[in-house]
């Protein structure tokens, strides 16, 4: 038997392989099947089922094209609704793969399908639990994403409670706790950067598990500090439900090479979204006039998904080279299908042609602290970064929120924004550049840099009148 985690960190993501015989099933696959198909068949086996443990709201999952691909039927449990075809499992119905069996627990909660799969070995010990978004590392999934108009966020942490209690505390300590999500996902709100356990483990530290808690407590524990999911969420899982294109299909329409001409024409004629993907202190110097920066290496598909609202939004990418592919997959990931072409040759190309280009301004930590006394800093980390430590007088406006907030930047003075180390600051900037704010300055390096140089007053939540130097 082979148990094989395979982590996406810029989605915080696990995906699971198990092998048994020359049988493998695949467990929340994300929309690249490749690398699964590949490993089965290194190991000489066929992949006989795909298992989804809910609708995931943050991920496009691969499930439809490994099914086709593979001829494995899509396994969902209870309550599950699907517009293709899909096996739907009964509670406690047991799926044999090779000398080993995979045991359906239905736990609803975070959604009313979900589902985590129980894994028996060869001697039928219950082994490991890949638990979805029902239970992670430190936490337990969020209950307000499948909200309807006769079930309410209380309504799912009260079934949230009874799954954790009925199903799942219940099995033995040492069953290892494979969840889907780890530190980083907006699928729950305290998640460890672990991404297993020991169920034992988890009943000893995870505040949803204490054996003391009543609903009501849990209830309260569960829903109190969620903050807003990120607009995108729900057509993800509509995507999930009702299907979507091949990722081939994807890939294809984005692997499309345009000349500065045919770039610049494309974005008059389709009214597309430039998306610039290259570092902060790169992008900064030179970049095509009202382009999106959201910087390839960091937490890139889910940023584009929290600050473009409409995955069907028509996509035109700047990168660097050699990164055109990775960046259509990571968008195609979170369903943002429609990129139409990327710039040929990059930034240098549209300058030998000759095309304009504009800039942000930049500067250090230390020249924000020769003139900290008589300007507007804008601090756009979230709100528990800025109450746990900010800069004296700083504006806390939070990325995330940047499109509900566009009023409250003032285009009558200068602002001096900054996030935690300088990748979110620059996106902010380029957002309202795009928007016709012209008084922007980055400070590069964010906060950390700001601390390192031990120059400023500092205020946090705990003392918010103490002034710290």
């Keep these: ?44 086996a066929k992949i006989k089922y795909v298992f989804e443990t809910h609708f995931h709201a943050d991920f496009v999952s691969g499930h439809l094209d490994l099914s086709e691909k593979t001829g494995a039927p899509i396994v969902f449990g209870p309550n599950a609704k699907t517009g293709f075809e899909a096996y739907i499992a009964t509670d406690g119905e047991e799926f044999q793969l090779g000398k080993v069996k995979i045991r359906v627990l239905h736990t609803p909660g975070h959604t009313m399908e979900s589902t985590c799969y129980l894994l028996l070995d060869e001697n039928g010990k219950e082994t490991a639990l890949f638990s979805g978004d029902t239970l992670f590392i430190g936490d337990v999934g969020r209950p307000d994403l499948a909200q309807k108009s006769n079930l309410t966020i209380n309504d799912l942490a009260g079934y949230l409670y ?31 950067k672990e991404t297993t356990d020991t169920l034992g483990n988890q009943k000893m530290f995870n505040y949803a598990l204490r054996a003391d808690m009543i609903k009501e407590e849990f209830i309260k524990e569960v829903t109190n500090g969620l903050t807003k999911p990120p607009q995108y969420f729900p057509q993800n899982v509509k995507m999930n439900k009702d299907g979507y294109e091949s990722i081939d299909v994807v890939m294809a329409r984005g692997d499309k090479a345009l000349s500065p001409a045919a770039f610049e024409a494309a974005a008059n004629e389709t009214g597309a979204v430039v998306l610039d993907t290259r570092s902060a202190q790169v992008f900064n110097k030179d970049f095509i006039p009202n382009s999106i920066n959201i910087g390839l290496k960091g937490d890139f598909a889910p940023w584009v998904g929290a600050l473009i609202p409409d995955i069907k939004q028509e996509l035109l990418l700047v990168t660097e080279s050699g990164e055109e592919e990775e960046t259509v997959l990571r968008l195609a ?35 924000l602290a020769e003139k900290i006394e008589n300007v507007l800093v804008i601090d756009v980390r979230r709100p528990s970064e800025y109450t746990a430590e900010h800069i004296d007088g700083a504006k806390n406006l939070p990325l995330d929120s940047i499109n509900d907030l566009m009023a409250e930047f003032p285009k009558n003075q200068t602002m001096y924004i900054h996030c935690a180390g300088g990748y979110r600051s620059m996106i902010a900037a380029s957002i309202l550049k795009s928007r016709g704010y012209d008084n922007l300055v980055d400070v590069a390096g964010g906060f950390a840099a700001i601390l390192q140089t031990g120059r400023f007053k500092l205020t946090d939540y705990t003392c918010p009148t103490t002034l710290k130097k």
Excluded at 21 to 36: M, N, Q, T
Excluded at 171 to 191: E, Q, R
């Design 162 to 192: 009874d799954s954790l209690r009925g199903k799942i505390m219940p099995l033995p300590n040492d069953v290892i706790v494979y969840p889907a999500h780890g530190a980083g996902s907006a699928c729950g709100k305290n998640m460890s």
């Design 1 to 44: 038997m082979k148990i094989e985690q395979i982590y996406t960190g810029c989605l915080a993501q696990g995906a699971y392989y198990i092998r048994s015989e020359g049988e493998a099933a695949v467990i929340d696959p994300l929309r690249e099947v490749s690398p699964y198909i590949d490993r089965a068949t290194k190991d000489g």
């Design 333 to 367: 990931r979170v369903g943002y299908d429609n990129v139409i072409g990327y710039l040929d040759g990059g930034i240098e190309a549209w300058k030998k042609a000759g095309q304009e280009t504009d800039s942000i301004t930049s500067i250090s930590a230390e020249e």
